[in-house]
Each structure stands twice: as C-alpha cells, then as structure tokens.
C-alpha cells in the first residue's frame, strides 16, 4: 500500500492527514512532542466521527477503516521510511523549515516528493541546499484544506519534471484542485490575491469609510456569492459581454480607482486592530471560536455539495 508521511500535526498535517486516509492511502504522521501527537490524533479521530454524523465524510471507506490506515510517531525516520511523498506542515518560518527539510533530506528515497504546505515561502529558500531539492515541490492547500479543495503547485527551479505532473495527479486523485503557479513569485498566488484584499478593507476600515461588519458584508452578500461560483475574470467577462467591451466601459474609472490605493503599511495598527477585533468580538466571543469553526465547515461542506451536484447536472446535459 503507498504511504505518504505527513510533517507536523497542527490543524494544517491532520487535514492532510484525513485527506488522504480518505483516499485508502497509509498515513504516518509526525510531530516532535509526545503528547502533541496524541492530542492531534485524538482531534482526528474526532473529527472523522463529526464528519460522519453530519454527512460529511469524504471518500468511501468508514471512519474505522481511514483510522486503520493512519498511525502516529515521534521518530521522523519511521515516518519518512518508505514514503512516496511526504508533507511538511510545521510553521510559517523559513528558518524552521530548512531545518526540517534538511533532516528529511537524508532519510527519503531518490524517487520520493518532498513536499511543503508553505503558504508564501518560495521553494529556493527553503530547498536551495538539500541534495534531494530535485524532488522539492511547494504544495500550498487553502485554509480549511478538508472542506477548501484549492492547491497551488510551484516546482523548485531545480525540480525534475515528474514532481509537479505527479503531485497534480495525486491532488487530483485525493480530491484537491491542483493549480500551477507557473513563476517564482513571492506569496505565490492566492495570498498575493487574498493580501490584495484584506490590504483594501484595513485601509477602508482605519479610514471609517465602512464598519468591520459591513466590509465583510461585502464580500459574503455581494463579491463572494458570485466568486463561489466564477473567478475573478469570468465575471468581469460576463458582465459586459467580453473583454474588450468591458475594457471600453471600465478602463478609465478602474484606473481613476486604483490610483486612490495607498502605499503597502505595516499590518501593525494597534489601535485599529483593537477596533476590530472589538467588532468581531461581539459577533464571536473568542471562547465560542470552536463552535464558529464548525459553524463554518458545514456550511463549506453543503456549498461543496450543491456545486459538486450542480456540475454534475450541468455534465448529464451535454
């Protein structure tokens, strides 16, 4: 049976970890500190039990049966023994992460990809130094990685051709939606787009243009119904029958806009900070944040379905 190894078991490696146990795939999941480990495999176990009571469990094998195929450990070479591909998941720092890789490096196989759940870290400061950085690929999934399918792919410059057609094989089989990110770009592509965002609603919040709870309003009621279903291009494609009469119609005012942008900032307000975390706040406490989190999931659990079914009827009548 192949094995995939998982690095680290915060929230980040045991997504990973149900995910591919939800496919029949052995997983062995590392983290450094005994009772980390326990406590990470018994928050799997259940949410795999949630999973299925609420209807929501991927893949066709029983909760008992994904639990068989998983098994924990505190030995990285146990878990890196004989894996086809292994998965880093430790924290957002460089530094961290060329250590760990570093120490993988010496125990994978040549034929084995060596893959790192870095969200904005370029794969050469992370893989420049490491003898296998021929099989380095960062795979990026999108935070809730079980209930979000997005994973972007972006190769090491040195990476041999088959790590990034294999790896977009393997997300694709497991249920993930592979994409390219085709250049060595900082925050590769969907934080670049994400960062774009959040930069435009600090900036329109600490100038009083909006409340907190109306900037997200925006985006659930407005630009977010219409992204659930169509990118960013499409809809401007739709909205003014193509391109080039979308550009007719929008260049001049997007540009008059976009002038208007400010200049990057530290995200280091305090003050505005404190005014939003108050705003949010009184729509979740903090000590009901595990509630919302599930509030959450369900609901990007029933719209993966309603797309899924949707597609589905859209393909039965072609």
């Known amino acids: 049976m192949d094995k995939v ?77 004989n894996a086809f591909y292994i998965q880093e998941c430790v924290f957002e720092d460089v530094e961290l992460k060329r250590q760990v890789h570093s120490k993988i490096d010496g125990m994978m196989t040549d034929a084995a990809i060596l893959a790192s759940s870095a969200s904005c870290i370029l794969p050469a400061r992370i893989a420049d130094q490491l003898r296998h950085r021929n099989r380095f690929i960062v795979a990026h999934p999108t935070n809730p990685p079980y209930y979000v399918p997005l994973v972007e792919l972006l190769p090491s410059p040195w990476a041999d051709d088959d790590v990034l057609t294999k790896t977009k094989d393997l997300m694709n089989k497991i249920g993930q939606t592979p994409i390219t990110v085709k250049k060595q770009k900082d925050g590769l592509v969907l934080n670049r787009i994400q960062n774009t965002i959040f930069k435009e609603c600090f900036d329109l919040f600490r100038k009083g243009v909006m409340t907190a709870t109306d900037i997200d309003l925006v985006m659930t009621e407005g630009l977010g119904r219409r992204y659930a279903f169509l990118g960013v291009l499409e809809t401007a494609y739709l909205n003014a029958d193509g391109f080039d009469v979308y550009s007719q119609r929008y260049a001049k005012p997007i540009l008059e806009v976009q002038k208007t942008f400010e200049p990057p900032q530290p995200f280091n307000d305090v003050p505005v900070l404190s005014r939003i975390q ?29 797309i899924k079914d949707m597609n589905e009827a859209d393909a039965s009548k072609k």
């Open 278 to 306: 108050e705003e949010m706040t009184m729509k979740t406490p903090l000590d009901k944040l595990p509630e919302r989190y599930k509030w959450r999931d369900a609901r990007l659990s029933a719209l993966n379905k309603l």
């Open 5 to 81: 190894a998982i690095i680290g078991c915060g929230m980040i490696g045991r997504s990973w970890v149900m995910i591919f146990a939800g496919s029949g795939y052995k997983v062995s999941i590392y983290d450094t500190v005994p009772k980390q480990l326990e406590k990470g495999l018994a928050a799997i176990r259940s949410e795999l039990e949630s999973l299925k009571s609420a209807g929501q469990l991927r893949g066709t094998l029983s909760v008992e049966e994904q639990i068989a195929l998983i098994e924990g450990t505190t030995d990285l070479k146990s878990c890196v023994n």
